[in-house]
């Protein structure tokens, strides 16, 4: 017997079940217990396992995530059992109506109703046999779907086995992408010139159905799971009973979701989150009502198209009214120009909205929106504005259509509109402008994170010449800063400390900041995992990068074209001289302030602590203890008998915690101190 072999294969196994269990507490507890770069080491350790020795490699290992060939096509797959969808319903006459439409049904008896949310984003069914992942497939027409197997395993969210022995199971729920990542997959794809996509639930669609699952893997989908299609051996008497469940066999199951015995307590709830929603990370299109009891659903039935014992309740679209007093050009890192509607400012779904991208010159043309002109607004996935169309009834005949200027708005150099491209670019590569958004990037809070160095600074810097680059920022004496209008003594002090601090930040960061086009957060966090140093970066060839699993031939071809760059390569000298980090074993310093920025309300009594002692906890590893649930909160940290900040908390989407999660929470970033994880919240995660 190989002895080496043996004891490899326990290794890697011991491995698994950890990165397992991390990858649950991240993905699906959203309450991590360990540092980004120590899972980084136990994915690598089994990567390095693996490649040894290939014969241990198994389908459900996580390094198996993202791998294998773009494909030439989907299969189609037959579902068992039909995927349905729903009725819907508009408005609390046709909820009161369905609720009649069941208790007729059920000859009177007593009903309990669950209700959860709606989530926007793409139904899948998933397939697990001896409690393995085998095949996931789309929706389709309910009958027939795709097989997105390969796909569907980048999202880590979704367990690749389960915690508990099902000979078989086929469960169903949605795959979305969060709205922040919505929001930043469309910024870099405005910047690239290409088209976007109209709400999150195009862009997971758009992103399951690639033939290279390396593509979606980039796309921090995640996904909710809410039934099941066949579960043999689950003895399964209830809906919520199904839901709890599927959480214990290591499912994400939304944790919004309540148990209601009339329709009066269902329409405040629905009400309550047609505004709770846009605290969300996430978009709803509204709420899901189903018959609890799974025998009384069987006794509903179902039509052709939907079951008899659920229904949609959609929210109404939010669109308001508005006017464009004007058209702006931004001109971004990368030299594009996007138009964006200056507009009477108008409130919209939970803010006030004062100006809505237009996207591209041919948008504008196409919605035949004119400066002047009577505008719709809505928030594509309930975040970005967006101008949908103008109310033509309304024009006096002063309007005026808009025409792209045929030189830079900011810097006068000639602009060009490559064939097949929707985007016009500003030529000049010492653009002010472009180089003023290259400073904000670099210093943005998911890059360099140097606060209090606003755009307002920066632009002041670049007209003084005394920032032309962001290696620039790295010279900056006391003087030169305290000379800037507005600027003080004191606030010039912090800023050269926030500067100085940047230094020490770990080297995805820094990756991420240089702005490499096609390389978000992930590529950097992959491409620094993947080469250790910047050194060994800017050597990397076109086929050394494409060789790693996740990075595509566009994020290659970037990355080399920007390391061969002269200009690229004088700044990146100028940083190493510096002294900043270039290396990936230098984590960011142990801070000890690893709940920096936090905000933490305690309801309810602890068992372990007093209140005193839970603020001091927190206040001592850098949190902060506010006394009223808001938007800001972080967590709200539930004892015995929670009061109303609790249901706050709940209305507000704001992440409960119970008193044994809390105390894992302060026991871990003791001892960690590490303070460089993500921010919390469900599904917003970055760990690559
Ligand atoms: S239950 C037979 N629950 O909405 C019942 N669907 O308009 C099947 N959806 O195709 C659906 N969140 O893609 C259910 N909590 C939820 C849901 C949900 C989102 C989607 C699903 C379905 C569509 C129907």
Same mark, same amino acid.
């Given at each position: 017997?190989?002895?080496?072999?043996?004891?490899?294969?326990?290794?890697?196994?011991?491995?698994?079940?950890?990165?397992?269990?991390?990858?649950?507490?991240?993905?699906?507890?959203?309450?991590?217990?360990?540092?980004?770069?120590?899972?980084?080491?136990?994915?690598?350790?089994?990567?390095?396992?693996?490649?040894?020795?290939?014969?241990?490699?198994?389908?459900?290992?996580?390094?198996?995530?993202?791998?294998?060939?773009?494909?030439?096509?989907?299969?189609?797959?037959?579902?068992?059992?039909?995927?349905? $969808?729903?009725?819907?319903?508009?408005?609390?006459?046709?909820?009161?109506?369905?609720?009649?439409?069941?208790?007729?049904?059920?000859? /009177?008896?007593?009903?309990?109703?669950?209700?959860?949310?709606?989530?926007? /984003?793409?139904?899948?069914?998933?397939?697990?046999?001896?409690?393995?992942?085998? @095949?996931?497939?789309?929706?389709?027409?309910?009958?027939?779907?795709?097989?997105?197997? *390969?796909?569907?395993?980048?999202?880590?969210?979704?367990?690749?086995?389960?915690?508990?022995?099902?000979?078989?199971?086929?469960?169903?729920?949605?795959?979305?992408?969060?709205?922040?990542?919505?929001?930043?997959?469309?910024?870099?794809?405005?910047?690239?010139?290409? *088209?976007?996509?109209?709400?999150?639930?195009?862009?997971?669609?758009?992103?399951?159905?690639?033939?290279?699952?390396?593509?979606?893997?980039?796309?921090?989908?995640?996904?909710?799971?809410?039934?099941?299609?066949?579960?043999?051996?689950?003895?399964?008497?209830?809906?919520?009973?199904?839901?709890?469940?599927?959480?214990?066999?290591?499912?994400?199951?939304?944790?919004?979701?309540?148990?209601?015995?009339?329709?009066?307590?269902?329409?405040?709830?629905?009400?309550?989150?047609?505004?709770?929603? +846009?605290?969300?990370?996430?978009?709803?299109?509204?709420?899901?009502?189903?018959?609890?009891?799974?025998?009384? @659903?069987?006794?509903?039935?179902?039509?052709?198209?939907?079951?008899?014992?659920?229904?949609?309740?959609?929210?109404?679209?939010?669109?308001?009214?508005?006017?464009?007093?004007?058209?702006?050009?931004?001109?971004?890192?990368?030299?594009?120009?996007?138009?964006?509607?200056?507009?009477?400012?108008?409130?919209?779904?939970?803010?006030?909205?004062?100006?809505?991208?237009?996207?591209?010159?041919?948008?504008?043309?196409?919605?035949?929106?004119?400066?002047?002109?009577?505008?719709?607004?809505?928030?594509?996935?309930?975040?970005?504005?967006?101008?949908?169309?103008?109310? *033509?009834?309304?024009?006096?005949?002063?309007?005026?259509?808009?025409?792209?200027? $045929?030189?830079?708005?900011?810097?006068?150099?000639?602009?060009?509109?490559?064939?097949?491209?929707?985007?016009?670019?500003?030529?000049?590569?010492?653009?002010?402008?472009?180089?003023?958004?290259?400073?904000?990037? +670099?210093? $943005?809070?998911?890059?360099?994170?140097?606060?209090?160095?606003?755009?307002?600074?920066?632009? @002041?810097?670049?007209?003084?010449?005394?920032?032309?680059?962001?290696?620039?920022?790295?010279?900056?004496?006391?003087?030169?800063?305290?000379?800037?209008?507005?600027?003080?003594?004191?606030?010039?002090?912090?800023?050269? @400390? &926030?500067?100085?601090?940047?230094?020490?930040?770990?080297?995805?960061?820094?990756?991420?900041?240089?702005?490499?086009?096609?390389? /978000?957060?992930?590529?950097?966090?992959?491409?620094? /995992?993947? +080469?250790?140093?910047?050194?060994?970066?800017?050597?990397?060839?076109? !086929?050394?990068?494409?060789?790693?699993?996740?990075?595509?031939?566009?994020?290659?071809?970037?990355?080399?074209?920007?390391?061969?760059?002269?200009?690229?390569?004088?700044?990146?000298?100028?940083?190493?001289?510096?002294?900043?980090?270039?290396?990936?074993?230098?984590?960011?310093?142990?801070?000890?302030?690893?709940?920096?920025?936090?905000? +933490?309300?305690?309801?309810?009594?602890? &068992?372990?602590?007093?209140?005193?002692?839970?603020?001091?906890?927190? !206040?001592?590893?850098?949190?902060?203890?506010?006394?009223?649930?808001?938007?800001?909160? $972080?967590?709200?940290?539930?004892?015995?008998?929670?009061?109303?900040?609790?249901?706050?908390?709940?209305?507000?989407?704001?992440?409960?915690?119970?008193?044994?999660?809390?105390?894992?929470?302060?026991?871990?970033?003791?001892?960690?101190?590490?303070?460089?994880?993500?921010?919390?919240?469900?599904?917003?995660?970055?760990?690559?």
């Amino acid at each position: 017997m190989d002895t080496g072999l043996e004891k490899a294969r326990a290794r890697a196994e011991e491995l698994r079940r950890e990165i397992e269990h991390h990858d649950y507490r991240y993905y699906v507890l959203d309450d991590p217990e360990i540092s980004d770069a120590r899972y980084d080491a136990l994915m690598r350790e089994l990567t390095a396992l693996e490649k040894e020795y290939p014969q241990l490699i198994t389908p459900a290992s996580p390094t198996r995530r993202v791998g294998g060939q773009p494909r030439e096509g989907f299969a189609p797959v037959r579902h068992r059992t039909p995927l349905l $969808s729903l009725a819907n319903a508009f408005d609390e006459g046709e909820l009161f109506d369905f609720d009649r439409r069941v208790r007729q049904a059920l000859s /009177g008896e007593t009903v309990e109703y669950v209700v959860e949310l709606k989530i926007d /984003g793409l139904a899948v069914a998933l397939r697990y046999e001896n409690s393995r992942f085998v @095949q996931g497939a789309t929706r389709g027409d309910g009958e027939t779907g795709e097989e997105i197997t *390969p796909n569907l395993k980048t999202v880590r969210a979704m367990p690749l086995r389960l915690r508990r022995t099902v000979p078989v199971l086929e469960v169903r729920g949605e795959v979305y992408m969060p709205k922040r990542s919505f929001a930043r997959l469309n910024e870099a794809r405005e910047e690239a010139g290409e *088209p976007l996509f109209a709400n999150p639930r195009n862009a997971a669609a758009g992103s399951l159905r690639q033939l290279d699952p390396a593509v979606t893997a980039a796309r921090q989908l995640s996904l909710f799971v809410y039934g099941v299609g066949e579960a043999g051996g689950l003895d399964l008497q209830s809906h919520s009973q199904t839901l709890d469940v599927l959480a214990e066999l290591g499912f994400p199951v939304n944790r919004e979701r309540r148990l209601f015995a009339d329709m009066e307590g269902i329409i405040d709830y629905c009400r309550r989150w047609q505004q709770a929603r +846009f605290d969300l990370a996430y978009a709803i299109d509204g709420l899901v009502i189903k018959v609890n009891s799974l025998e009384q @659903q069987a006794r509903l039935g179902a039509t052709m198209k939907s079951p008899r014992w659920a229904i949609a309740y959609k929210f109404p679209a939010e669109q308001a009214k508005s006017r464009v007093l004007g058209i702006m050009l931004r001109v971004g890192r990368t030299g594009v120009l996007t138009p964006t509607a200056i507009l009477e400012p108008v409130h919209l779904a939970g803010t006030t909205v004062s100006r809505a991208t237009l996207h591209n010159e041919d948008i504008i043309r196409e919605r035949d929106i004119r400066i002047g002109d009577a505008v719709l607004v809505q928030k594509a996935g309930d975040i970005i504005p967006e101008v949908v169309a103008a109310v *033509p009834e309304d024009r006096t005949g002063k309007e005026e259509p808009f025409v792209m200027p $045929s030189v830079c708005p900011a810097c006068g150099a000639a602009v060009v509109r490559p064939p097949g491209e929707a985007a016009t670019r500003c030529t000049n590569l010492a653009c002010p402008a472009r180089r003023r958004e290259g400073l904000i990037h +670099f210093v $943005s809070r998911h890059a360099m994170d140097i606060g209090g160095l606003g755009p307002a600074v920066l632009g @002041q810097l670049l007209a003084a010449g005394l920032v032309r680059d962001p290696a620039d920022l790295y010279t900056l004496r006391h003087e030169d800063l305290a000379a800037l209008e507005r600027l003080g003594d004191k606030s010039a002090a912090n800023l050269l @400390q &926030a500067i100085a601090k940047s230094k020490a930040n770990p080297l995805h960061r820094l990756i991420f900041a240089l702005g490499i086009r096609h390389v /978000g957060e992930r590529a950097a966090r992959i491409l620094a /995992g993947h +080469f250790g140093s910047l050194d060994r970066l800017t050597r990397a060839t076109r !086929e050394e990068l494409q060789a790693i699993p996740e990075i595509g031939p566009a994020i290659a071809d970037s990355v080399v074209n920007f390391f061969a760059g002269e200009q690229n390569r004088r700044v990146l000298e100028k940083l190493a001289a510096a002294g900043v980090n270039m290396r990936q074993e230098a984590e960011a310093p142990a801070g000890g302030r690893p709940l920096a920025g936090k905000v +933490f309300v305690l309801t309810g009594t602890l &068992a372990g602590f007093t209140r005193q002692q839970a603020q001091e906890l927190i !206040e001592g590893l850098g949190g902060r203890v506010a006394s009223s649930v808001s938007k800001k909160t $972080s967590y709200v940290v539930a004892g015995e008998d929670p009061g109303g900040k609790y249901d706050r908390a709940l209305a507000l989407g704001v992440p409960v915690m119970r008193e044994d999660q809390f105390t894992a929470l302060v026991a871990g970033a003791g001892a960690e101190q590490s303070g460089n994880r993500p921010s919390g919240g469900q599904a917003e995660n970055s760990r690559t």
